[in-house]
């Protein structure tokens, strides 16, 4: 089975402030995505990565994906009450091509 | 724009009874869906693999018997789950993937919270 550890689990910040999220796994991984989700909600889907070494930016959003492709970062910069969820990601098995296996998650709360 | 539904949206049900979710694709067809399931304050646990006009692949530890899934159509993945108990509350999510920007990339429903009492 292919886990992929999400820290911190919990992360309860104020606004202004920058944050690093981490997803690490000792598996690869052909693309990496992340997610955001908000309570009673399904996940909505805000970056995908595929190549060794991407960085990719959304905002104030920016994901990395390790040079191995078994790891990846979501950094958010000046943190605003509305980027409170709970932060996902998932990668795609290189083997199967669409069966995704979702990290352990990390609750953010920004507050003011 | 939402690209998969889900319905309802939530559901209440007594013990023993079964409760049907839909999960369609929207604006396309999907050979495949998939479905999750969610316990409070966890990540999404992957439960099956739907596949059009084929049998439903099951995740280990999944009961095939009592989550009945169903792809009859290319819009349209049902689960069933059939003698509900107390310990089937959770919220199940359906997803797709679809081929955007070159991305296979994957999207879900917005869920449905099922309670049994």
């Known amino acids: 089975t292919q886990l992929l550890e999400q820290s911190p689990q919990f992360l309860s910040i104020q606004e202004g402030e920058n944050l690093t999220v981490y997803c690490n796994s000792s598996?690869?991984?052909?693309?990496l995505q992340w997610y955001r989700q908000e309570p009673g909600e399904g996940p909505v889907l805000l970056v995908t990565v595929v190549t060794g070494g991407e960085v990719k930016k959304l905002k104030r959003l920016t994901f990395q994906f390790g040079d191995a492709r078994k790891d990846s970062s979501l950094h958010i910069t000046a943190a605003q009450p509305g980027d409170t969820g709970l932060y996902l990601c998932a990668g795609r098995n290189t083997g199967t091509a669409s069966k995704l296996t979702f990290g352990t998650g990390t609750r953010l709360q920004v507050t003011l | 724009g939402a690209v998969v539904s889900q319905h309802p949206s939530w559901v209440i049900c007594k013990s023993g009874t079964s409760v049907k979710i839909e999960c369609r694709s929207l604006d396309f067809q999907a050979t495949t869906m998939f479905w999750y399931r969610q316990f409070p304050k966890q990540s999404l646990m992957l439960m099956a693999t739907?596949?059009?006009?084929?049998?439903?692949?099951?995740e280990q530890g999944v009961e095939k018997d009592k989550f009945l899934i169903n792809h009859a159509s290319l819009t349209l993945s049902t689960l069933t789950v059939t003698s509900a108990h107390p310990e089937d509350s959770s919220f199940y999510i359906c997803s797709t993937t679809r081929l955007a920007g070159g991305l296979n990339e994957q999207f879900f429903g917005p869920g449905t919270r099922l309670t049994v009492l």
């Open positions: 739907s596949n059009e006009g084929s049998k439903a692949t099951y």
């Open positions: 598996s690869v991984f052909s693309s």
